[in-house]
């Protein structure tokens, strides 16, 4: 099969589960046997535009003519049998949905995050759920600056909503949820059901598995309010002032919160921070937890962190909503914790570490659970059927793997 893979890579400066995603994906396919090519912009070429390119780039948000014209001709020379849009902001634009339509190759689309019904995507304003802009305008996110807290930065992405609703939903063939409850979601808001299928992210083999007890808990992600970081440090206190769990706390990543992070954690037996690791420190450090914490406190639409774990054999402790609830089973490969509760989340936290044998259960539980639904071969078989289904023409089952 012939892909041509659309992508808008995030700026290198933060980790992105997207990025990795997208590009996992290729090399799968590409391992398969299928050939795949990659139209792409990258947001770290802004950064080097003049100050009037600069300024132009968010009349590009909601369409970018020029690529729609670049990608065009690139689909008309080389002709494959269908394209892979990823993410589209800010550089790409729905424009790629017109040139897939003039050359009448078809489209399937993996939808990360909630940007189809909410701007900045979230789903989440001021650090609590919110569905204001869900099933109508975009205006509320508009009025309370919900992307960057701007109410200017949000404009472009609330009229691209807004002009670009109907293209999106008529223009794929098939939309790809990463999870059920983000389709859930996106079926309440109105999207074609037919259309939006469930196809989980897959993770590859770390070949690095928990052999031991391991030595830490695990914060590994964003340092920003919607992953929970603040509720973690809440948390980790509590659990401190009563006397602790045997293990340190390591958090790695960077974020808007980094500061906070770094002044919160120094002089203390209890915390590491590490700040950003590379994908093979990532591995180890995981490989090495007793179990992987993902406290977030807006809907995660999948949780990459979670099935890295999980494939490492380490069970997890994460927020009991939005895509953690089908990807952990409470008390089977982890426990799941009241969403935004500290006390609940410190709970959790002692009860994964009171009982050494019980955690190793749950690790063993979690990698057959990763294998059954999140390996590389499951993944690559999901990804080619929905491929086949949008080539056809056809909806495929309603729902998709579930």
């Not at 995507?121 to 869900?134: F, Y």
């Not at 919607?226 to 974020?255: F, Q, Y």
């Not at 494939?311 to 009991?320: D, N």
Request: glycine content about 10%; aromatic content about 4%.
């Amino acid at each position: 099969m012939h892909v041509l893979v659309v992508h808008n890579r995030y700026a290198s400066a933060q980790p992105s589960g997207e990025n990795k995603v997208v590009d996992q994906e290729v090399a799968l396919l590409r391992e398969g046997g299928h050939r795949v090519e990659v139209f792409e912009r990258r947001s770290d070429d802004i950064a080097a535009r003049s100050l009037p390119g600069k300024a132009t780039v968010p009349l590009l948000v909601p369409w970018n003519p020029a690529v729609r014209r670049e990608l065009a001709a690139r689909l008309r020379a080389g002709r494959p049998d269908v394209v892979h849009v990823h993410n589209v902001f800010p550089l790409l634009s729905p424009a790629v949905l017109a040139a897939c339509a003039d050359v009448g190759v078809p489209a399937v689309a993996t939808l990360h995050n909630y940007t189809q019904v909410c701007p900045p995507g979230t789903l989440q304003r001021d650090g609590r759920p919110c569905a204001e802009c869900v099933g109508s305008t975009p205006m509320p996110a508009v009025r309370h600056g919900c992307y960057r807290g701007s109410r200017l930065a949000t404009v472009p992405l609330a009229v691209s909503l807004s002009v670009n609703r109907r293209r999106w939903w008529s223009g794929v063939r098939r939309f790809l949820c990463i999870s059920a409850a983000q389709r859930d979601v996106l079926v309440r808001a109105g999207m074609p059901s037919e259309r939006l299928a469930v196809k989980h992210n897959f993770v590859p083999d770390p070949q690095a598995r928990r052999t031991g007890a391991g030595e830490h808990l695990l914060y590994l992600g964003r340092l920003a309010e919607p992953k929970g970081v603040r509720l973690l440090m809440a948390a980790w206190d509590e659990v401190a002032a009563s006397g602790g769990v045997g293990v340190p706390l390591v958090i790695a990543g960077t974020g808007p919160l980094q500061g906070e992070v770094t002044a919160w954690a120094a002089g203390r037996d209890d915390v590491r921070y590490v700040g950003l690791l590379d994908p093979d420190q990532c591995r180890r450090t995981i490989a090495r937890s007793v179990a992987v914490v993902a406290p977030s406190t807006w809907l995660e639409a999948f949780g990459l962190v979670a099935v890295e774990a999980m494939a490492a054999g380490v069970p997890v402790v994460a927020a009991g909503h939005g895509a953690f609830v089908e990807l952990v089973e409470d008390g089977t490969t982890g426990l799941l914790h009241q969403p935004g509760d500290t006390a609940s989340l410190a709970s959790s936290l002692r009860r994964i570490t009171a009982d050494p044998a019980r955690n190793r259960e749950m690790g063993g539980a979690a990698r057959r659970r990763y294998e059954q639904d999140f390996s590389p071969s499951v993944g690559l078989e999901r990804l080619v059927d929905e491929y086949r289904t949008a080539i056809s023409g056809g909806h495929g089952p309603m729902g998709g793997h579930r």
